[in-house]
Structures are given as C-alpha cells and as structure tokens.
C-alpha cells in the first residue's frame, strides 16, 4: 500500500497537487458564469491570447505574469474595440483576435532565439513549479477567490439581470471589468498548470457538469468548484502513476466526470418518463 503514496513523498510533486487543487477549483467556480453567459469562447480566445506574453517576458526577461495579464487585458480591449464599431458578431471578432494573438506567439518564437519550450506553454509543467511560483499563484489564488466571494451576490445579480442589477444600483459596468481582469488573471495562473491549449477545458468542463445536474445556481458553483479541484488533485495523482502530462490527465478526469453527470442526468429523466407512463397505466 505504501506505493499508493509515494507520490507526496516528492515535494515537487505535493506543490503540484496543492496548486493544482486550488487553482483547477477556482477555475471550475469561474466556469458556472461563462456557462450562465454563453461566454465559453471568451475562455477560449483569452487563453489563446495570453500566448504573446508569455513569449515577450521570456525576450524581456519582464515579469511572466504581468506581461501575460497585459496581454490577456490588451486582447479583451480588442475584441470590446472591434464589437462596439463594426457589425460583426461577437463569435466572429473573437475567432480572428485570439488566432491572431496565437499566431503572434509562434511568429515571435520563429523570429527570435527564445530559450523557451512551445511544449510547455502549449500544454503546461506544472511539475517544474519552484517555492517562488507556488508563492505567488497562492496570493493570487487568495485574493481572486476572495474577490469572487466577497462579490459573488452582486456578479450573480448582473449575470442573471444586467438592467436589474443596474437599477439597484450596482455598477455593473465596474463590476464587468473586474469580472473579466479575475478572468484574465486566472487564465495567466493556469498555463503553469494545464498551459494555452487546455485551459479552456477548465473553464468550461467543471461548469457544463454541474449545470446538468443541478437546479439552483449556488449548488452548482458549489459543485462545479469541487469537480474542478477534484480533478486538478486527481489528475497530477494519476500522471505519476502513468507518467503521462499532468495537464491531460486534470482534462481527461474532467471529461469523465462529465460523462458521469451526462448519464445520470439521462437516467434521471428516462426514469422520470418511465413512472409518468407507468401512472398513467
């Protein structure tokens, strides 16, 4: 049995699983208001977008984080420029910014001598995270789960209803910016963990799971921060044993449990149908 913990025995690997816990939990928190407001795409273009800045900080030799959130901030800025002076639809502006932002990455990376693995942007080492990093995506961790807590009534509000909420007399567009900077700050602190590509599954996945099988929005944000940090925690565990990518495995556990949740939600409702047939025999 000894072998089922080897894994913490390597500190490398227990920082890996704490940050992994907390951040993919955040993230699946997150994902109910992305889910609420069909904003997935955003997710998707914004993990996308922050690319370039990473690129830059390794050229630089700037601040990783605060290069990436510029970036995130510059590309959200884009997408508000194009949509508030032309016709075309939000899902339109969204496709040509972040595959432009991407696109920008590579060109960089081509061009300059950057001593940088693209595998590791693309797909996260959260494995290779020192004391410093663990510091500093612990604070932000902190303080975006605070934000969110301390503010989870009034964004809930503005989700469900924007002129509701306006006539109450919260700032809804302050609290909109706010919204998206967490976002964009969250996104920079998940490409250590599952990088560029797969963040988005991270947004989205723990959401799309609760939603299917909870009626009230607080049970889901509830439910969907567990299936975020279950996975996160779950997924670092397995890659030891399998020694495959972390990142995979954190998305892979998500998609079962999403597949869990599916099913059930299917069974439910044929069992439902099933006593309604049988009480009208």
Not at 5 to 10: A, H, Q, R
Not at 242 to 261: H, K, N, P
């Amino acid at each position: 049995m000894e072998w089922l913990i080897e894994p913490f025995s390597y500190s490398y690997i227990l920082k890996a699983h704490l940050v992994s816990l907390f951040l993919c939990s955040f993230c699946g928190f997150l994902s109910c208001f992305l889910i609420l407001k069909s904003y997935s795409l955003l997710a998707d273009a914004l993990s996308h977008s922050v690319t370039p800045g990473v690129i830059i900080a390794y050229m630089t030799s700037f601040s990783y984080t605060i290069s990436s959130f510029l970036c995130g901030i510059f590309a959200l800025c884009s997408m508000a420029l194009v949509t508030g002076n032309s016709k075309l639809k939000t899902d339109t502006i969204i496709g040509v910014v972040f595959s432009s932002f991407f696109a920008l990455s590579l060109f960089l990376v081509s061009i300059f001598s950057i001593p940088i693995k693209l595998e590791s942007v693309f797909l996260g080492d959260i494995l290779s995270l020192d004391d410093g990093e663990v510091f500093e995506l612990g604070v932000l961790i902190t303080i975006l789960f605070g934000f969110m807590i301390l503010s989870f009534s009034k964004i809930k509000f503005i989700f469900f209803d924007e002129l509701g909420a306006s006539i109450a007399g919260i700032n809804v567009k302050l609290y909109r910016l706010l919204f998206f900077m967490l976002l964009c700050f969250c996104t920079v602190a998940s490409l250590k963990t599952v990088g560029a590509i797969l963040i988005t599954a991270m947004l989205i996945t723990p959401g799309a799971s609760a939603f299917m099988i909870c009626k009230s929005f607080n049970k889901m944000a509830i439910l969907a921060a567990f299936f975020g940090g279950f996975s996160g925690f779950f997924g670092v565990y397995l890659s030891y044993f399998l020694d495959t990518y972390a990142s995979a495995m954190i998305v892979l556990t998500q998609c079962v449990i999403f597949i869990v949740c599916f099913l059930y939600k299917r069974l439910k409702i044929a069992n439902l149908h099933f006593l309604k047939v049988a009480k009208n025999v």
